[in-house]
């Protein structure tokens, strides 16, 4: 007779599902704050705080590196990247270059993404007091919004290698992130700006807000 009863997960399933839920775990740790820039995440304690073993701690965290949410120092282990000036300068320039080429596609095709919009309505619901990640995680959608927009493959790839340093570094360095309000009617200018369908005038725009991010992140902590 057939046993119709669903098998249980393999072994190589439940180690899968373990992985991918640990890296959501710890990435969400690091974007909340909870770990200082320049911090290392020993093995041993984060494979007990999380009931894992070291192996599967250092699996997730080859993972988060890839991401841009660690780095891995020879012989020390993994610690949460600490962003210079440097850093900053370049994360942002190449950050404007891709969504620069995005922007210039929203104003051939003159489609609004959805998405962008969605996030302009999260962020003005931000409670007070929202926390720097809650209105981090709206900022980032609206940008990878643009980004989608796009319809490129390569482009949507090449920003995903990015995403994660820029909001781990909005994170850290988001004091100016206290203001929703002001937040709101930056997001939603370049959405006006958008909607002419003048490149120039769409890409001025979002120039102009790389630039005032730019100085901002430059701005001593």
């Not at 995440?41 to 993972?63: C, N, P």
């Not at 949410?69 to 210079?84: A, Y």
């Amino acid at each position: 007779m057939e046993n119709h009863l669903q098998s249980p997960l393999s072994s190589e399933e439940s180690k899968s599902t373990t992985l991918e839920s640990l890296v959501l775990t710890i990435r969400q740790r690091i974007l909340h704050g909870e770990f200082e820039p320049g911090s290392f995440l020993r093995d041993i304690r984060m494979a007990e705080e999380h009931g894992v073993s070291r192996t599967t701690f250092r699996s997730a965290a080859q993972i988060l590196v890839s991401q841009g949410l660690l780095v891995q120092i020879v012989n020390r282990g993994f610690c949460v990247p600490k962003f210079g000036p440097n850093d900053i300068v370049d994360v942002t320039r190449l950050r404007g270059v891709l969504e620069g080429e995005a922007v210039r596609m929203i104003t051939y095709s003159g489609l609004i993404p959805k998405g962008a919009l969605d996030a302009i309505e999260v962020m003005r619901a931000a409670p007070a007091g929202a926390s720097s990640a809650y209105l981090s995680a709206a900022d980032r959608a609206f940008h990878r919004a643009i980004i989608d927009a796009s319809l490129s493959p390569r482009l949507q790839k090449s920003y995903s290698v990015l995403e994660g340093e820029i909001e781990l570094l909005m994170v850290q360095r988001n004091a100016f992130y206290e203001n929703s309000k002001e937040l709101v009617a930056e997001h939603e200018h370049l959405i006006r700006c958008l909607e002419t369908r003048v490149f120039d005038i769409a890409r001025d725009a979002f120039v102009e807000h790389w630039e005032d991010l730019s100085k901002k992140l430059l701005l001593p902590t």
